[in-house]
């Protein structure tokens, strides 16, 4: 219970403003890709820029089709996580 007293009392509700401010460009975790979901279109939106929906292609199986995402939304500015070398041969490394 302890552990759990001490994780809430960091929770951002709990925190000052100068403390959340502290964490603005930190790496976030959430429970639900809606609410991941919720917060990149937030970030988008905040670049005040135009954005552009680009269909994604898919070179894995049926199990792996089914767990990504269809399509992307970027825009100039968002911030984009590479997690493996997907081009290489283009200089697009990881």
Known sequence: MEEWKL?????????????CQQFEDSICLY???????DVDIGGLQALNQPCA???????????????????IVLAKGAKVIITRDVWRTRGVPS
């Open 7 to 19: 994780l809430d009392s960091r929770s951002e509700r709990k925190l000052n403003l100068k403390t």
């Open 53 to 71: 929906r680009i269909v994604a292609r898919h070179d894995g199986g049926a199990a792996a089709v089914k767990a990504l995402e269809n399509h």
């Open 31 to 37: 429970t639900t890709r809606n609410d991941a979901h």
